[in-house]
């Protein structure tokens, strides 16, 4: 039995007034009922514990009513980690085919469940190569790969999450790392959380806007650039650029609240952006506005001759 003691049972089942505001999982008793084996009966509850007072703990599961568990009632509990943002839980093929919005004039070819992707405009080897993503499900895929590209760009690359199976098909086939770039990293935000990190960060009067259909170009004069597109609730970015000499002046910032004020307006609440792993001022920045990495990917393409 409950001695009154708020912090009574905090001991005995990792539960307590400290977990108030988290995810827990607590393991009840439940008066009246009889378990399969004749015991008593137990079960479970997932939620976000509201209260701990007044000799019961309140829960709120993700469905239903909030429970009122008397703390006499609990077996056991614990704290859990919060459930991921749906955001995070897309799958790294879904995010990745979710940025083909960067590149507007892309002309992409399913091959089973890989994409394959060139760009007329863009030399950016995002639009200029495989996305394989997952097994393929063709048993020709490596060579209509090849075909496919000696037919457009002269040289086949391949998008590949970092260390997979599908790193390991190329590379098993003589592909090496396209360049001495470091892995690229995929990065995700809430819209809300981003803008928030940019409070009191002004855009400059010079600003530019070149806005063709879902695409978005802001210019800071020859200072600082950069690219948004929009589609489906998701705003991405790409091409940030600080000329070299006007770096460390919050210019950057500047480009990321033009275009993220631009995707809000649209309804944007998810943000993306794709930054080399070895680039850590970028990287701190995103940071600061609440990136987190969903997955990290690399290109991988045949050996060149000397």
């Not at 400059?204 to 200072?223: F, H, K, Q």
Request: glycine share 10%; net charge negative.
């Amino acid at each position: 039995m409950s001695s009154g003691d708020p912090t009574h049972d905090v001991t005995k089942h990792m539960l307590g007034p400290h977990v108030v505001g988290q995810r827990v999982v607590v393991r009840r008793l439940v008066r009246g009922e009889t378990g399969p084996t004749g015991g008593p009966a137990l079960t479970d509850l997932l939620g976000t514990c509201l209260s701990w007072a007044d000799g019961a703990c309140v829960v709120q599961p993700e469905d239903g009513p909030a429970v009122s568990i008397a703390l006499a009632d609990i077996v056991s509990g614990k704290p859990v980690p919060p459930r991921p943002s749906p955001r995070l839980r897309v799958t790294p093929g879904e995010a990745q085919r979710r940025a083909l919005a960067l590149f507007p004039d892309l002309e992409p070819e399913p091959l089973g469940e890989w994409l394959l992707r060139h760009s007329p405009a863009s030399t950016a080897r995002r639009a200029n190569s495989v996305l394989a993503f997952g097994p393929a499900g063709v048993e020709d895929a490596f060579d209509r790969v090849v075909a496919w590209y000696a037919a457009r760009t002269g040289r086949p690359i391949a998008a590949v999450p970092a260390d997979s199976d599908e790193d390991a098909y190329f590379r098993g086939r003589g592909w090496v790392a396209e360049s001495n770039d470091a892995d690229t990293l995929f990065q995700l935000a809430g819209v809300a959380q981003a803008r928030r990190g940019l409070r009191g960060v002004d855009v400059p009067e010079d600003a530019a806007y070149d806005e063709v259909d879902s695409l978005l170009t802001v210019r800071l004069g020859e200072r600082a650039s950069g690219v948004a597109a929009y589609a489906d609730d998701w705003v991405g970015f790409r091409g940030i650029h600080v000329e070299p000499v006007h770096r460390r002046q919050g210019l950057g910032l500047a480009v990321m609240a033009a275009l993220l004020e631009w995707g809000a307006e649209r309804g944007a609440t998810t943000a993306y952006l794709q930054v080399l792993g070895d680039n850590a001022p970028a990287i701190a920045m995103y940071e600061r506005l609440g990136f987190v990495t969903h997955h990290a990917y690399r290109y991988l393409a045949p050996v060149t001759s000397a």
